[in-house]
Antibody, heavy 122, light 107 residues
């Protein structure tokens, strides 16, 4: 079914940057779209970004568009999220998630990592 | 953006009860509606995709239906392991969005 392990979270000051990584295994990485989903403490799920299997189609949530950049390296079975201009509202657990299909839209999110915590605080 | 409204936001039920959660989309999304279960401290798990298709390994007591703007998830006979928070999510158009969640706890 697949296994996803996130890394790169931590504590960062407002306005600074952070880069999250996700290592994928147990499935053919370049066959599937991938996502980042976040969950603020005690809150619901929020879709952050998605990327198609060949990086040809990318989408972002309204609150991160223009500040976050998703990318993937299919040769290294890895997904990334570059987060710039961080604000306290970006504090959350960030999940790396696999799609059931090759496009990030039209498909469900079927394999989830355990998440990496990002805390934005002065 | 497509908004998803889940009802109720929380409910209390007993083992053996039949429970139904609804999800309404702000515009038609065909059958691009998925359901997830999340237990405290754990990552969400996919239950249902394409509005009514059971994901592999999910018990048959989970049933879902709907298309267009109105969707429902039913747990036919609630089991102890089903107490959790449930989210709907649309994949019809970007940005993808989640409903606010429904917490099912023990009466």
């Amino acid at each position: 079914e697949g296994h996803l392990v996130e890394s790169g979270g931590g504590v960062v000051q407002p306005g600074r940057s952070l880069r999250l990584s996700c290592a994928a295994s147990g499935f053919t990485f370049d066959d599937y779209a991938m996502y980042w989903v976040r969950q603020a403490p005690g809150k619901g799920l929020e879709w952050v970004s998605g990327i198609s299997r060949n990086s040809g189609s990318i989408g972002y949530g309204d609150y991160v568009r223009g500040r976050f950049t998703i990318s993937r390296d299919n040769a290294k079975n890895s997904l990334f999220l570059q987060m710039d201009s961080l604000s306290v509202e970006d504090t959350a657990l960030y999940y790396c998630v696999k799609s059931r299909g090759k496009f990030y839209y039209y498909n469900a999110l079927d394999v989830w990592g355990q998440g990496t915590t990002v805390t934005v605080s002065s | 953006d497509i908004q998803l409204t889940q009802s109720p936001s929380s409910l209390s039920a007993s083992v053996g009860d039949r429970v139904t959660i609804t999800c309404r989309a702000s515009q038609p999304i065909f059958s691009y509606l998925n359901w997830y279960q999340q237990k405290p401290g754990k990552a969400p798990k996919l239950l249902i995709f394409h509005a009514s298709t059971l994901h592999g390994g999910v018990p048959s007591r989970f049933r879902a239906s709907g298309s267009g703007t109105d969707f429902a998830l039913t747990i036919t006979t609630l089991q102890p392991e089903d107490f959790a928070t449930y989210y709907c999510q649309q994949s019809s158009s970007s940005p993808l969005t989640f409903g606010g969640g429904t917490k099912v706890d023990i009466k």
